[in-house]
């Protein structure tokens, strides 16, 4: 009997930890890459290769899906809500598909640590319209963890952007670009934005050259790369930190030059120009102008007088 | 022999051959994935994959990595225990976030809908905090015990990845039942960040007595 009794107890004690232990485990997902840019035309047919993982230490299962993402007012991404598809949206995920071994597949199932290749397929109809779509692949978590209390079941997804522009219309990218006329020695700080004034979006990777009055090179500052739906501002400004020189230059004038290195049509430049001012050897400079003719004045002066008294 | 399988599911040792158009590499003794996408994926994160009509780049062009961008959680549910009325009760769980291959990430959070029982007969809704302050979006503190519902919290651990959270604020979840557009938790431009989401439940004395149950979804999205 007391047997049967202690059995129960560990049992018990087990079945209570495996239940802990199974709400308790972790889980992740991983995705690459984290986006995808395409240009094309059409008709086309375009094959991406996605890879997910399984970052946990346990068995997950998963579901993969195409969801459109948009830009928010402060031009962050973010996925559109089923009610809020368009048309063109609706078009894009029918002609789309994510396969594994050439078959369409909507679940996956994960042993810890592991890793499958997917494809995405997108297929590009003959006289599709010149436009641009943007989804993102998903992949998101769908545990069945439960509880005998009341509880939240969590799950997780991750995301591979995908931006796809149809057409080969040209692409412009405006430029705003701007600094301080004077600036001090140090940390030489610039204003830019640039707009995509066109249907389509390009990929920018801009820089900043810096070149003193002789067209050395004194400093090369290097902007991340970002892409830049139509119609979007993207800034880079001073409260950032984002544009600011690092080195210290030189007393003198100096030109900087916005280069944007875009896949857009416009690979233009802009230049600007700006007078370094170091502000302590400025005044120090100034000052001591100031005190050499002062001197020089009343040494004349004494000098003079001396004469004058002479005759 | 199944623990073999299971140790090298996925590789196989063999000569193998790398064929591109113009030019072929053999190896000897080298382990390689056998699917015929480790041909197509990159090590490297500049690539570019060329097709009849079409150009697609991998990756960014300034990220030298292939690093999976990834979001990790250290509980799979969020356990309450039993509830009492005007008892609040907190649970936390840890996010973390790798945006490694990319410039920044935002995580999406919502729930399916609120805390329900299994027939939907009884809600426990969600809190919009002391003096109904707080919204999906817009957080607000929660410190009297006989303000209701459940609500979230994020608090920083690695960097400072939580979006628009004074301490001890509170917000309510989206709800996906209700159509309502996911909400920013967490963003960031580090290659590691690390939360802590903090749940706070109370119910009221005339809440019915049951168990509750809805799924909270936390999602990861490289910015471009």
């Keep these: 009997m007391k047997k049967f009794i202690l059995f129960g107890l560990l049992f018990s004690i087990y079945l209570s930890l495996a239940s802990t232990k199974a709400i308790a485990e972790e889980k992740g997902l991983g995705i690459y890459p984290p986006i995808v840019t395409i240009k094309a035309i059409s008709p086309s047919k375009i094959e991406i290769p996605i890879r997910v993982k399984n970052m946990g230490n346990s068995t997950l299962e998963a579901q993969v899906s195409l969801r459109p993402f948009t830009l928010d007012q402060n031009g962050k991404v973010k996925l559109i809500l089923h009610k809020d598809y368009t048309p063109e949206n609706f078009s894009i995920l029918s002609t789309s598909r994510l396969l594994q071994n050439d078959q369409i597949v909507s679940k996956l199932i994960f042993s810890p640590h592991q890793e499958q290749d997917l494809i995405l397929e997108i297929n590009i109809e003959p006289n599709q319209k010149s436009k641009d779509f943007y989804f993102s692949v998903l992949i998101e978590s769908s545990g069945n963890e439960t509880s005998q209390n009341s509880y939240s079941k969590q799950e997780i997804g991750a995301a591979s952007n995908i931006l796809l522009s149809i057409g080969d219309e040209p692409i412009v990218i405006t430029s705003d670009f701007q600094s301080p006329l004077f600036t001090t020695s140090g940390g030489t700080k610039f204003e830019a934005s640039l707009k995509n004034t066109s249907n389509h979006f390009s990929t920018v990777h801009p820089r900043i050259i810096i070149k003193n009055i002789f067209g050395n090179t004194i400093e090369i500052i290097d902007l991340k790369e970002q892409n830049i739906l139509p119609n979007q501002v993207i800034s880079f400004g001073p409260e950032s930190n984002e544009v600011q020189a690092n080195k210290k230059y030189l007393i003198g004038p100096y030109n900087a030059v916005l280069e944007l290195n875009t896949t857009a049509s416009t690979k233009g430049s802009q230049e600007i120009s700006f007078i370094v001012v170091p502000v302590k050897q400025t005044i120090f400079t100034i000052t001591l102008i100031f005190v050499i003719i002062f001197i020089i004045l009343r040494v004349r002066t004494r000098l003079s007088g001396i004469k004058a008294n002479n005759r | ?224």
């Design chain 2, 1 to 224: 022999m199944i623990l073999f399988l299971f140790v090298y599911p996925n590789t196989s040792k063999a000569q193998t051959q790398n064929v591109k158009e113009d030019y072929i590499i053999q190896t000897q003794e080298i382990k390689q994935k056998t699917s015929r996408l480790s041909e197509i994926i990159p090590e490297h994160a500049q690539n570019i994959i060329k097709g009849e009509n079409f150009e697609a780049r991998i990756g960014f062009g300034d990220i030298d990595s292939s690093d999976y961008f990834s979001i990790m959680i250290s509980t799979g549910s969020i356990d309450y225990g039993k509830l009492y009325p005007t008892t609040p009760i907190s649970r936390d769980t840890e996010i973390s976030v790798s945006p490694k291959s990319s410039h920044g990430y935002r995580v999406f959070t919502y729930e399916d809908h609120s805390l329900s029982d299994i027939n939907f007969t009884n809600l426990i809704p969600n809190t919009t905090c002391d003096r109904g302050l707080c919204t999906k979006s817009t957080p607000a503190f929660w410190t009297e015990n006989l303000t209701y519902g459940l609500g979230y919290s994020c608090v920083n651990i690695t960097n400072s990845p939580c979006f628009d959270f004074e301490d001890d604020s509170f917000k309510r979840f989206a709800d996906e039942s209700k159509v309502e557009s996911q909400e920013v938790i967490m963003n960031g431009y580090n290659t590691e960040d690390k939360a802590r989401i903090i749940y706070k439940l109370n119910i009221s004395p005339t809440q019915a007595n049951s168990i509750y149950s809805n799924t909270v979804d936390f999602i990861a999205m490289p910015l471009i």
